[in-house]
């Protein structure tokens, strides 16, 4: 269909209006018949307005026929209205293919705003945390993950980024990483990674170098006693080789004395008089509770 402008429709509207004077002057009553001419123009305005909201009340329908200017506008808002589903179509299948490849994620995935409250989730934080879905968006994340160190980690996170580990709240014997990352506006997303495996070989590994140092030890004692005994009276055929011995024996000691050092430095379970202080954090979290406390 050929678009018209405005100017075309005025244009032969006044034709219209010029024809009905004409006429009425030619019947005898130029005043009458234009009336008669504006009071149909107006119904026909007025029928297609009626047409016009009827069919926007139900978009699935075809639009109606019409003619002039009115069909021009039922087949505008017809295009539009095709335009507009082949967009939302496609802005639907890149949130299914987002929503597809979050859910495929072995991470529990969760976006708060700036209140914490969740806004969404993926299948992994429904496994793992036991979320219900859409039942648990609109809640506070602290309602749901009930664990005092996560209340105060997520306190300061607006102010500094670190990591958390927590236990799973449905399950004692799996440990979660929390992290946390800002996005958007006021937005955080928080990814909480299973590390169960990671935190039992670092488990395994320290408790398998402080076995094998303390394995090794007794019997190593053992022989730089005898040895020390023997290099105090050595023979002049058995000096030097008791000499290399001893200096071996001695050498596999610091060895062993270093490995247990080290394991009692990696032992985070451990309870000691000095311990590191994450003093930004520190401070961040005193200041937040500090700005409660004056409200």
Known sequence: MIKLNWTYHLGRLLLWVL????????????????????????????????RLHRWLQSWDTEPPESIGMWAEIFEGIASLQ???????????QVIDDFTGMTDAFPDATLVIDRHDIINWFNDSAVRLLDLKAPADRGQTVTNLIRDPAFSDWLAVQDKLTSTL???????????LQLSAVHFGKDQRMLILRNVTDVRNLERMRRDLVANVSHELRTPLTVMLGYLEVLKSQPEEASGEAIERMFKQAGQMKDLIEDLLELSR???VEKQDDHVDVDMPAMLAQLAEQAEELSQ
């Open 265 to 267: 430095l990696e032992d």
């Open 165 to 175: 580990d927590i236990t799973c709240p449905g399950d004692d014997n799996i440990i």
């Open 82 to 92: 095709k335009l507009n589903r082949k967009r939302s179509r496609q802005y639907q």
């Open 19 to 50: 024809l009905a004077l004409l006429l009425g002057l030619w019947a005898g009553h130029w005043l009458l018949v234009p009336s008669i001419f504006l009071a149909g123009y107006v119904a026909w305005q007025l029928f297609n307005g009626f």
